[in-house]
């Protein structure tokens, strides 16, 4: 990838950012309405084998709403440990640990260009520069050229540290704002900075508290004010 300055006019960049927004928002909408349709139907017919078929079906929803970045998919894990208790807590901690490893797995997979196109179509020309100049380097250059402006006691502590302040991004109130679990994972794995195994086992931990202490001592302190 070579720097660039033949950006597309301002609407058609624009047309393509809402489209590929409003394909992600439709096919969120599209999972959220089925879940929510078979719910109502397994409800409904009081089978308990088709109960157990939506409950696998609403995991592997969550799975997949979990690794889209804005979507608050931790808050939908919550209500589920909420609604069904200890029961459904190994299965909820499978799911999440699953859609975050899929959104870190696509983001490292995903090529720099992509990002680069798509800033492109925002009109932000720095970074894009940045995009470009990152890209032939390896983790280890990436790493300090991204943290050679950070005070140099801080320095350290990044480096050395940063699989500990991944895990504390899933678990801080507001990381909505972040871009959520499935943000946070894409973001992760786009990066280039963590080793996907290191990275996955990271996830693994970080999500557990929750679930385990649903499954201990019951989902209460979940719906307590």
Known sequence: MTDRDDFPPWHIGLARVALKIATIAVAVFLILLIMDWAQRRAEASG???LMLGVMIALLLGYALLLAVPFVPGIEIGISLLVMKGADVAPF???ATVIGLSMS?????CVPYRWLHNFLADLRMKRACHLIAHLEPMSRDERLA??????????VPVFNMGRYVLFAVLFNIPGNAVLGGGGGIAFAAGFSRLFRPAYALLTITL???PVPLLVWLVGSQFLASP
């Open 104 to 108: 870190f797995m696509i983001g490292r």
């Open 145 to 154: 050229h991204l943290t050679k402006r950070l005070p140099e006691v801080i």
């Open 92 to 94: 909820v901690y499978a």
């Open 206 to 208: 970080a999500v557990l």
């Open 47 to 49: 089978s308990d084998g």
